[in-house]
């Protein structure tokens, strides 16, 4: 690696995407050149689109990477909330690894330095298809047999879809959300296909939890409970468990299943309700005992604010390819501490975004784990070059100490082989970017 540039005439001269798939998800990734040789690496959100990133190439080249505040400042108008706060949390990653790159030093060590060498990483958990709570408890068993000492799991109304008499809906809603999208019970796996985001399919994904009219029985929740008690026997209660993807309910029937819960100590429930429902979250929070969390889907602190500074929250869990990237991850980070809130993150995406993680827990005040899915994609560890394989050793990630993210190079040979066969070209050029202009001032 070239780390004897000259920082202060380093220069961005272009911007290129490779789309990974399977990594667990859609995964695009971002490379970031410069006039002396240097690139940085970043990544769009999963299941996102390199357009959020490409779209900014024309404010960025010729511009110095290093100056990593000046030009987020510049391009954070083109973020917004879930996959559309990944072109500038992205590129944000990959300008932090150029500046590590071009200076020699650490990402963490950048923004303030490290609070830990490690990073506990928490384990997501899913099992296909119509199962029991001993199925799932001997699938986080097995997490637990790798190392992990952090768990979560999915559980939520998709099990209780062919069970009669768990849940009431409008007559037939139930059967248009299994027939055209099934994903809007569950999409624990795999990316959005594109099939989902059009027509019914549209639709239905789209229907808020308040407005699904759909309702648990006294039967869904005896079955969820009991799902829920299979899992503690096997996993035991010393290891913390996290639930997630509970499906559109509304706030009223979370509370309802909170409180059939909360003797089987859950660490926390994620993301019950959307998170723009700042009332619903104080209300849910103040009627259980259990942890409630949410964060995945907020770009910037700002946003962060109405739930932290309400109570609506315990925990705030956000992706740093949504929330702004590293620096404003740990900027929520920070104001969470000292609001008394913990904080996990989101983190569903290639080495790339993971590291990415890994160097803002490593310098916040306070984290409890970072997310990782990949732990059935063998191939994921041999993405990138220059950290240890595998890359999560005993449920921990070692913070690395070599330049920026940490990163030495890419598995090229490996990134062919995985490129996203809707979107197929490898770091192809973006010419077409080069004149994408608008008067971007914000004022007249
Ligand atoms: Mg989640």
Not at 186 to 195: D, V
Not at 372 to 380: G, I, K, Q, R
Request: glycine content about 10%.
């Amino acid at each position: 690696m070239n780390t004897n540039s000259n920082p202060s005439q380093l220069k961005i001269t272009d911007i290129r995407f490779a789309d990974l798939d399977g990594t667990p998800k859609h995964c695009p990734l971002i490379k970031i050149y410069t006039n002396q040789g240097i690139v940085g690496y970043g990544e769009v959100r999963d299941a996102s689109s390199k357009t959020y990133a490409a779209m900014l190439k024309s404010r960025l080249v010729g511009e110095n990477p290093c100056n990593v505040e000046k030009l987020i400042r510049r391009i954070r108008q083109f973020g917004h909330h879930s996959r559309q706060g990944g072109g500038v949390s992205g590129v944000e990653v990959a300008l932090w690894d150029l500046a590590g790159k071009a200076y020699g030093v650490p990402v963490y060590q950048l923004i303030g330095g490290k609070y830990r060498d490690q990073v506990r990483i928490y384990c997501d958990t899913d099992v296909e298809g119509r199962h029991s709570g001993a199925d799932m408890g001997r699938a986080l068993k097995a997490r637990m047999d790798m190392g992990f000492t952090f768990l979560k799991m999915d559980l939520g109304i998709g099990l209780l879809m062919d069970e009669p008499g768990t849940l009431t809906a409008p007559l037939g809603f139930l059967d248009d959300m299994k027939k055209h999208a099934s994903s809007a019970i569950n999409e624990a796996r795999g990316s959005m296909e594109r099939k989902q985001a059009a027509g019914k399919a549209y639709e239905i994904n789209t229907v808020a939890h308040p407005f699904t009219g759909i309702h648990i029985t006294e039967k869904g929740l005896d079955m969820l409970e009991e799902y829920v008690r299979q899992v503690r026997d096997i996993i035991g209660y010393d290891v913390p468990l996290a639930i997630d993807h509970f499906g559109h309910v509304c706030v009223e029937d979370c509370i309802r299943f909170a409180r059939r819960v909360e003797k089987y100590s859950i660490a926390w429930m994620e993301d019950m309700v959307p998170w723009q429902y700042t009332q619903q979250y104080v209300r849910l929070a103040n009627s259980t005992c259990i942890p409630v969390a949410t964060g995945e889907d907020i770009f910037l602190l700002d946003n962060f604010k109405p739930l932290i500074d309400s109570g609506g929250v315990s925990l705030v869990h956000p992706d740093v390819l949504t929330a702004g990237g590293i620096l404003e991850t740990k900027k929520i980070a920070e104001y969470a501490y000292d609001h008394g809130v913990a904080t996990a993150l989101h983190m569903a995406e290639s080495p790339i975004g993971c590291m990415a993680a890994v160097h803002a827990a490593a310098a916040m005040p306070q984290v409890l784990a970072v997310e990782f899915h990949s732990a059935d994609v063998p191939w994921w560890n041999h993405l990138v070059n220059g950290l240890p394989n595998p890359i999560v050793q005993n449920g921990f990630i070692t913070v690395p100490d070599t330049p920026g993210l940490g990163i030495e190079s890419l598995n090229e040979e490996l990134i062919a082989k995985h490129i996203h066969k809707d979107i197929p070209g490898v770091w192809e050029p973006t010419d077409r970017w080069d004149n994408e202009w608008s008067n971007d001032r914000l004022w007249s």
